[in-house]
């Protein structure tokens, strides 16, 4: 690292092209937003720019502070569920013999590579009523019913009934754990990858057993990593669009698709503008935690 | 300024921010054809005063002459020095002809001398055979090669080493000892060596400026800065040695009488040759092999100590005694094990006599 | 484990095996068929919109990877006022929620009354593109030895030689990876795009959502196919690069 001074004309034909986009592009929209939060909504959608708090008001109110606890709450049930899911794979993959650790690294992030929309489109296919799981369910109840007929058993199983799994609050969140368990599962397979293993081996050595060694020893040693993902996770989940626009229902509206309202058949751009800057402060808030908290553990991010 | 003197630093100060005073007020001349060891522990400034040598730091204060040239606001490029880097900085994407043919390359000089001089540098480090090898199909010692066949190929009027030696490992790296100096005395080069190692600065050097903390203690031949240190830092950092706090007590003919409270008490005051003045407080220092032990008292040397014996280790060629003296001093003593049986006379817990003479003494001021 | 992974790739893998089933219910395997493929390929509106998600992602590419470049550079080399605050600026990018960055987009071009169609998704593309190469060029670059650059200027050679011969070959396999990122990204990317696309600037991910609101085709599964496919050659080659590159400079 070099002081700027000491080579003026090398970092401005560097820094600046690149920030002018950034700043024009990026910055300048983000603060365009941020006026219009604080704009009133004019009869036929028009935005007259004033400095009042009602958006943010709007936001606090009961139906719309609904929808943000749920977005919340979705989000941190599918953390939950993808912690659960993806720490055994992070230790699995962690602790799995050197030449099968780069595949199996690969095929959890090989997932994260293909197109966001096709990964949730192919859930669409698998959970519809005459989806992939249905069809494999009604499989198996005709295939039961033929050998109560069989045996002789009156027809107890009655007609196929399909499950009604798409388009509701569980597609929502199966969407969210399948989409974001790489971020997750990344940041903890760091961690447990940079732990020394010798530590483990004392702890048996000194007499524990394999799950009070997972419980007092792996799990507190793997904490940055932990929380790192999880909280990845989390922003992640809360801040979507997608996944509950393709499979949610009516009733899985989440912050994400409420902004996107706000910009398409509402028209009240003030407002969503305003959703937009609380999602964004509760996205810096959390990042802030993970920050802090990395940097007094000085763990790895 | 003499006319031999190929760099000549004057009054140099390196200040980093405002606090940190990395080579303080240091001048130094180095002639023309000088193997030059600049020693000290990490941190004393050495590397920084190579780094100004090669221009990539400016020195805050004073001025630095290579050839008689200035070198305020020369750029490292224009230089008539070359840098073997700690790491060697061998290119990693280019072979190793082309690795030595960049620095004339970048300079535009015509294909055919570039091949020749080339040519002539690989066969002098004797890199012929590998000439079209990547750096990493070469071993450490091989890329160290290559760093000096690329900067001895500009023939500079200087060649900078920054700690050359210290990546390889202790067999391989008395063997690039030696090479070093047959190449330096081959092409004639003033060579400017960066240690931490004193035997790398004793074997190889004409002569050593031992720094400390910015300054510069002493410059001086090797036998001249192992038997004549001129302060308790030398001693000490170069080779082992038994020091004793002392007070100067009188003055005779060439003489300094001291009295030393840890090994005087039995003899009463000791005189030392000693050329300079000296008053007040001194070191007496002592080289641990130039002690003597033995089971009755030496009466002929005048300098006798009398000592428990608390522990002694075992090399091979030679044993330490570590011993104590009655009046609780530290004392160590080298012994060669010229013989089968010299080491197994001396046993923990066995009393004996320290003694050295006068003309080994030194008597330190600093 | 065995499960999670069932998990994982169980979607992708029937949505690809059912795209070359013989069934337009497509539930029960009919046998083995390109027909959906040459249906996709047929479908012109899938066409264009394959081109323009192709052209958004050119351009965008060589943009973001030029600039990203230059920013991740600078971001390694230089020590300059506010380094905290602009690093903060310059990753904001990559951390908020996209559907905030969308109607960021979406407000911003209104306001510069610039008309929404491929230019505004390639503009925006840029814009959150730049951050993912500049932090793929640092973390190339923190493993670069400076002595390097120290070296070459002992040698004789000036800053430009020096950059040039020295500093670029180390960047390159960088240079590249940040670059298939920036085209991956903007390939996949629907949100924004979504948003600030206008008629007539469909890109292929919004041609797919638009089919798959009404209704799960095999066409729709061919075209995906080929989208995954596509993508997945890209970080083949990526993985490539960068693990060929890894061997040639790293043990140097």
New interface residues.
């Given amino acids: 690292?070099?002081?700027?001074r000491k080579?003026k004309l090398?970092?401005s034909?560097?820094?600046l092209?690149?920030?002018a986009?950034?700043?024009i592009?990026?910055?300048?929209?983000?603060l365009?937003?941020w006026v219009?939060s604080f704009a009133e909504r004019g009869p036929q959608g028009q935005i007259y720019l004033a400095v009042n708090f009602a958006n943010y008001a709007r936001a606090i109110e009961w139906i719309h502070l609904g929808i943000i606890w749920k977005s919340v709450w979705v989000a941190a049930i599918s953390t939950a569920i993808t912690f659960a899911?993806g720490f055994?794979?992070a230790m699995?993959i962690a602790f799995a013999p050197t030449r099968w650790k780069n595949l199996l690294l690969l095929?959890?992030i090989?997932?994260f590579?293909?197109?966001?929309?096709?990964?949730t489109?192919?859930?669409?296919?698998?959970l519809?009523t005459?989806?992939?799981l249905n069809?494999g369910l009604e499989w198996l109840h005709d295939e039961f019913s033929a050998f109560f007929a069989l045996i002789g058993l009156p027809d107890v199983m009655g007609e196929f009934q399909a499950l009604e799994l798409l388009y509701n609050q569980k597609a929502v969140v199966i969407g969210l754990v399948?989409v974001y368990?790489p971020f997750l599962v990344l940041p903890i397979y760091a961690t447990l990858e940079k732990l020394n293993k010798s530590y483990l081996e004392a702890s048996l050595d000194l007499g524990a057993g394999h799950w009070r060694t997972l419980f007092s020893v792996t799990m507190p040693l793997a904490m940055p990593g932990v929380v790192s993902g999880c909280l990845l996770a989390f922003?992640?989940s809360?801040?979507?669009?997608?996944t509950p626009a393709?499979l949610g229902g009516t009733d899985s509206e989440m912050i994400?698709n409420l902004?996107?309202r706000?910009?398409s058949s509402s028209r009240d751009?003030p407002f969503?503008?305003a959703l937009?800057?609380l999602?964004?402060y509760l996205?810096f808030i959390i990042?802030w935690v993970r920050a802090s908290m990395a940097s007094r553990k000085r763990g790895p991010i | 300024m003499v006319d031999n003197t190929i760099i000549s630093i004057r009054d140099v100060v390196k200040r980093f921010g405002s606090s940190v005073l990395a080579v303080n007020n240091v001048s130094l001349d180095i002639k023309q054809g000088e193997f030059f060891a600049l020693l000290g522990p990490s941190g004393c400034g050495k590397t920084t005063l190579l780094r100004i040598l090669a221009g990539f730091e400016t020195p805050s204060e004073g001025q630095v002459l290579i050839d008689g040239d200035d070198m305020e606001r020369v750029e490292p490029n224009k230089r008539p020095v070359n840098m073997v880097f700690q790491s060697y900085a061998v290119f990693p994407h280019m072979t190793v002809r082309q690795n030595v043919a960049y620095g004339l390359r970048v300079v535009g000089t015509p294909k055919p001398e570039i091949d020749q001089r080339v040519q002539e540098s690989l066969s002098l480090v004797q890199l012929e055979e590998l000439a079209d090898r990547k750096p990493d199909e070469l071993s450490g010692g091989q890329r160290q090669r290559v760093a000096l066949a690329r900067a001895l190929v500009k023939h500079p009027k200087v060649l900078l080493l920054d700690e050359p030696l210290s990546a390889l490992d202790a067999k391989l790296r008395e063997q690039m000892q030696i090479e070093l100096v047959h190449l330096q005395q081959t092409v004639g080069i003033t060579f400017v060596i960066v240690t931490h190692d004193q035997n790398e600065a004793l074997s190889m050097a004409d002569r050593v400026a031992v720094m400390n903390g910015g300054n510069v203690l002493q410059v001086a031949s090797p036998t001249e800065l192992y038997e004549y240190p001129n302060c308790r830092f030398v001693a000490d950092f170069i080779g082992k040695m038994n020091l004793f706090d002392g007070q100067v007590v009188g003055v005779k003919e060439g003489q300094v009488v001291v009295r030393a409270d840890a090994i005087t008490a039995h003899i009463g005051d000791i005189s030392v040759p000693f050329g300079d003045e000296a008053r007040g407080k001194v070191g007496i220092a002592i080289r641990p092999e130039k002690v003597k032990l033995d089971g009755e008292e030496p009466k002929d040397m005048p300098i006798r100590v009398r000592a428990k014996v608390v522990e002694v280790v075992y090399y091979g060629n030679e044993s330490h005694v570590f011993l104590q003296s009655t009046s609780g001093a530290k004392i160590t003593a080298n012994i060669k094990n010229t013989s089968r049986n010299t080491h197994a006379g001396i046993v923990k817990g066995d009393q004996l006599w320290v003694s050295w003479c006068p003309q080994d003494t030194l008597v330190l001021t600093s | 484990?065995g499960g999670?992974?069932f998990?994982?790739?169980?979607?992708?893998v029937?949505?690809i095996a059912?795209s070359f089933n013989d069934s337009k219910?497509?539930?029960?395997w009919q046998g083995f068929t390109l027909r959906y493929y040459e249906k996709a390929f047929e479908n012109s509106q899938l066409h264009d919109a394959f081109l323009n998600s192709l052209t958004v992602a050119g351009v965008s590419t060589t943009v973001s990877t030029i600039?990203?470049t230059?920013?991740g550079?600078?971001l390694?080399?230089?020590?300059?006022p506010a380094q905290g605050p602009?690093e903060g600026?310059?990753h904001?990018?990559i951390?908020?929620?996209?559907?905030?960055?969308?109607?960021?987009?979406?407000?911003?071009f209104f306001?510069v009354e610039m008309p929404l169609g491929l230019t505004t998704i390639t503009?925006?593309h840029?814009?959150?593109s730049?951050?993912f190469v500049?932090v793929v060029i640092r973390a190339r670059m923190a493993g670069f030895e400076q002595s390097l650059e120290e070296a070459s200027y002992d040698l004789g050679a000036n800053?430009w030689q020096t950059f040039w011969n020295v500093t670029f070959p180390y960047m390159k396999p960088g240079m590249v990876a940040g670059a298939l990122l920036a085209f991956?990204l903007s390939?996949?990317d629907?949100?924004i795009t979504f948003?600030t696309s206008g008629p007539g600037s469909t890109t292929f991910?919004i041609k797919?959502?638009s089919m798959?609101?009404f209704s799960?085709t095999p066409e729709?599964?061919a075209a995906?196919t080929v989208?995954?496919v596509l993508?997945?050659a890209l970080?083949a080659v990526a993985l490539v690069i960068q693990s060929r590159s890894q061997r040639k400079i790293d043990h140097g």
């Fill in positions: 690292m070099e002081s700027w080579n090398a970092f034909v560097l820094v092209p690149p920030t986009w950034l700043v592009f990026f910055t300048v929209p983000l365009i937003m219009y899911v055994p794979l699995g095929l959890v090989l997932p590579w293909t197109n966001l929309l096709i990964r489109y192919a859930w669409i296919a698998v519809r005459r989806g992939f069809f399948y368990l922003i992640l809360m801040g979507t669009f997608l393709l994400g902004i996107a706000q910009f751009w969503g503008s937009s800057f999602l964004l996205t990042l | 484990m999670t992974f998990f994982l790739y169980f979607p992708i029937s949505l059912f219910r497509n539930i029960t600039f990203g230059m920013l550079l600078s390694y080399r230089f020590r300059f602009f600026m310059v904001l990018p951390v908020i929620p996209e559907i905030c960055m969308a109607v960021a987009m979406v407000a911003f306001t503009v925006s840029i814009a959150f730049i951050p500049a800053q991956t390939l996949d629907f949100v948003f991910p797919i959502y798959v609101r799960v729709v599964n995906s989208l995954i993508t997945l970080t």
